[in-house]
Each structure stands twice: as structure tokens, then as C-alpha cells.
């Protein structure tokens, strides 16, 4: 099994933000952390307005969604990936130039401070004992997302599938290989 964090590529994409109006009652910047709970929001969320930042760059298909932490999935891309995502926790909306996007909400976290046998380093004992998250999840005291990847299979999980579609704007850094502990 391998662990990488994903990030979005925000240097060579374009990207979503909220845009701040001090009497809009939607998500606001001091929520930025709402998206790292590990908890559902779906019926107390109001969308905020967003807007792209540094338009001038390519259109991905995941898109970074700042401060928030986390990304937003287009709407012609979300089809490809929607059993993945949902898997790892919810889809919400997110208007933007006439198109619905989706963020993700993780819903499965790792907290390294309840489960210490899951910090860094002691990753190959809590795989063996059960205790990774099989795909997306979060790392709830670090606002880091992660996947896990166990044969590289497109079909099965969702790193393997993004890079095999050939799909934009998304990083994977491989932070941890069970082969190599």
C-alpha cells in the first residue's frame, strides 16, 4: 500500500475563491476550516459567490477551492469520478458562470492525536491492523487530504483512475509505501 496527499495545482491552473462580502451569509473566511470536520454539512450550507482566480491559466478539472481546503470538481468531470468521491464522503454544490460544480467534503478522517498508532511513521503497523481508510481521506488535525493506493487498479481507485484518464489539477506526493518501511 502507498499513501499520497493530494493537493491542487495552483500554479499552472486556475482556481476558485470565495469572494468576500462582509454582509453575505454564506460560508465565510473564518469557516475556512468547515470542509476539514470530518462532518456533514449538506443541510446547513449556503454556497458562497465565488470567483476564478488567475483566469488567464488552463481550466482543470479539479480545481483548488480556497480557504477551504479542499477542491471543487467540474461539472463534465464529475460523472468519471462520482462513485470515488461520494465513497469518501459528500458532493456539495457550488454555483459558478452558470454551471453547478461539486466540492468534496470528506467524511473519513484520520486524527492523529486520538489514534496516535496512525502518525507518520507508524503507517505499515495501522494498515496491518485495519485502521487506513481505504481511497480519500482526510488527516483531520493537519487539513491535508490523502489517498491510498494498494495495486493501482483504474477501476478501483481513484489516483490510479485521474492519472489513467489523464485528468487536471491534481498533485500526488507519495508520503508513505509499505514496502518500504
Known amino acids: ?3 499520497y496527499n493530494v493537493r491542487t495545482n495552483i ?3 486556475q482556481y476558485l475563491e470565495h469572494k468576500f462580502d462582509a454582509n453575505d451569509t454564506s460560508m465565510q473566511l473564518h469557516d475556512a476550516d468547515i470542509l476539514c470536520r470530518c462532518q456533514h454539512i449538506t443541510e446547513s450550507l449556503t454556497p458562497p459567490e465565488v470567483i476564478s482566480t488567475r483566469p488567464k491559466l488552463k481550466r482543470p ?3 483548488n477551492f480556497a ?3 479542499t477542491f471543487a470538481v467540474s461539472p463534465a468531470s464529475l460523472e468519471k469520478v462520482r462513485h470515488f468521491l461520494e465513497e469518501a464522503g459528500e458532493l456539495l454544490p457550488l454555483p459558478y458562470q452558470s454551471q453547478v460544480f461539486s466540492v468534496l467534503n470528506v467524511l473519513r478522517c484520520v486524527d492523529y492525536q486520538v489514534f496516535p498508532e496512525l502518525a507518520p511513521g507508524r ?3 495501522a494498515k496491518a491492523e485495519g485502521n487506513i481508510p481505504h481511497s480519500i481521506f482526510r488527516d483531520l488535525n493537519r ?4 489517498v491510498s493506493e494498494t495495486d493501482g487498479n483504474p477501476a478501483t481507485e481513484f489516483k490510479a483512475y485521474v492519472e489513467h484518464a489523464g485528468m487536471t489539477g491534481l498533485i ?3 508520503v508513505w509505501d509499505s ?3
Open 172 to 174: 500526488f506526493r507519495q
Open 11 to 13: 500554479n499552472e491552473y
Open 179 to 181: 514496502t518500504q518501511s
Open 61 to 63: 478539472e479539479f480545481w
Open 1 to 3: 500500500m502507498k499513501i
Open 67 to 69: 480557504p477551504f481546503f
Open 143 to 146: 487539513v491535508k487530504l490523502y
Open 123 to 125: 503507517l505499515h503497523q
